[in-house]
């Protein structure tokens, strides 16, 4: 199994602040990867898939790069409800997908 | 605009199975290809990939899972089934089904259920 490290685990920023979530592949996975923010009692929404591509009617303040084993989801001008918790999904071995174990982004 | 929901029992007994429907509303599910899957969520492993099928009943389920999955598609009652034989409270969790779009270069979870929580307790 290709397993997500996502870290780190848990943040504080502030509204207007720039933000980074790192992602780590225990293998290579291209750009098979994919981002999603979840609120609570919510359901995971899809953020940036293929590692860079923003998903239809999400804000441009989200963005993804990289490639290989490591990938940064940058929010740029953080916003009161992008406090949320945040998860990497490599889709290499696809179906078999896994996700990373989670980036908690809360207000500092 | 598709949408996803859930539905099935909240609670089952150790040793049972647990059975839900994922029921696709707004569009159809062999519009275009697709695959429909099954995530569940806990607090302890975080969220998990259970297994997808495709309009056409072809199923890839995770191997941890150890043969206790099965999934169906109805695609005249545009609906696709979990079922998981031999609960334990491990099983213990919130479900969600969700369509997985795809091509060459990905394949991303786009649209979700709400979820469903189910607890395994006699």
């Known amino acids: 199994d290709i397993q997500m490290t996502q870290s780190p685990s848990s943040l504080s920023a502030s509204v207007g602040d720039r933000v980074t979530i790192k992602c780590r592949a225990t293998q290579t996975i291209s750009s098979f990867l994919n981002w999603y923010q979840q609120k609570p009692g919510r359901a995971p929404k899809l953020l940036i898939y293929a590692a860079s591509n923003l998903q239809s009617g999400v804000p441009p303040r989200f963005s993804g790069s990289g490639a290989g084993t490591d990938f940064t989801l940058t929010i740029n001008s953080l916003q009161p409800e992008d406090f949320a918790t945040y998860y990497c999904q490599q889709s290499y071995n696809t179906p078999s997908i896994t996700f990373g174990q989670g980036t908690r982004l809360e207000i500092k | 605009q598709l949408q996803l929901q859930e539905s099935g029992p909240g609670l089952v007994k150790p040793s049972e199975t647990l059975s839900l429907t994922c029921t696709v509303s707004g569009g159809s599910m062999i519009s275009r290809s697709y695959y429909w899957d099954w995530i569940r969520q806990t607090p302890g492993k975080g969220l998990e990939w259970i297994g997808s099928?495709?309009?056409?009943?072809?199923?890839d389920y995770n191997p941890s899972l150890r043969g206790r999955v099965t999934m169906s598609v109805d695609t005249s009652k545009n609906q696709f089934s979990l079922g998981l034989r031999s609960v334990t409270a491990a099983d213990t969790a919130v479900y969600y089904c969700?369509?997985?779009?795809?091509?060459?270069?990905?394949?991303?979870?786009?649209?979700w259920g709400q979820g469903t929580t189910v607890t395994v307790s006699s």
């Open positions: 099928i495709d309009h056409d009943g072809s199923t």
């Open positions: 969700a369509r997985a779009d795809y091509d060459d270069y990905y394949y991303a979870l786009d649209i």
